[in-house]
Every structure is written in C-alpha cells, then in structure tokens.
C-alpha cells in the first residue's frame, strides 16, 4: 500500500494551493480519507476528512471555508484545495487512509506560507 502526496511548495499569504494524494494497493472506495498536518514543534493535528463515497466532509475550525477537501474514486486520488493561506498554515500534510482496523499514512508534502 502506498499513499503519495504531491503538490506542496511556497506560496504568500492569501494565496492558494492544491495538493493531492495518489494511492496504490488498495481498495480506495472502501477507505475514508483524512488530511493531517504537523508544524514544527507541534503535535499531529486533523485538518479535513471525507467518507468513503465522498458525501461527508468535516473540517477543523481553523481551516472551515477555506479549505475543501474532495476524492476522485476512479482515480484513486484526494485531494486538498487551501484558499486564503496563512502563515500558521505552514506545515508537513500528510494523507490518511483509514477502514475497519486498517490505517496507511503518506510520507508528507511541505506547506509553507510566507511573503
């Protein structure tokens, strides 16, 4: 199993960014999907989830109306659109895939929002 996530970089404040996660080696559609994040110095916090069919999303406090988050089943891939980024935005998102016991993690991608 394998997630990857892709799409991280540099972006100023109030700017937007994309970021998505490709799985492999697994049955995506029976996997709900979460977005996480990790700054340094801090715990692992949840940003966004979404249920297996893609009808139910939650967010953070922090990140509602900003954020959205959205899967492409066929596809095998989520993804994560950031609107309006802040700098306390900036920090390591990682992909989460989790179903009846099973849980799989990506390796990260790096979000950093600075002028």
């Known amino acids: 199993v394998q997630l990857v996530e892709s799409g991280g970089g540099l972006v100023q404040p109030g700017g937007s960014l994309r970021i998505s996660c490709a799985a492999s080696?697994?049955?995506?559609?029976?996997?709900?999907m979460s977005w996480y994040r990790q700054a340094p110095g801090k715990g692992r916090e949840l940003v966004a989830s979404?249920?297996?069919?893609?009808?139910?999303?939650n967010y953070a406090d922090s990140v509602k109306g900003r954020f959205t988050i959205s899967r492409d089943n066929a596809k095998k891939t989520g993804n994560l659109q950031m609107n309006s980024l802040k700098p306390e935005d900036t920090a390591v998102y990682f992909c989460?895939?989790?179903?009846?016991?099973?849980?799989?993690w990506g390796q990260g991608t790096q979000v950093t929002v600075s002028s």
């Open positions: 989460n895939a989790r179903a009846q016991g099973y849980e799989y």
């Open positions: 080696g697994l049955t995506f559609s029976s996997y709900a």
């Open positions: 979404i249920s297996r069919a893609g009808g139910i999303t």
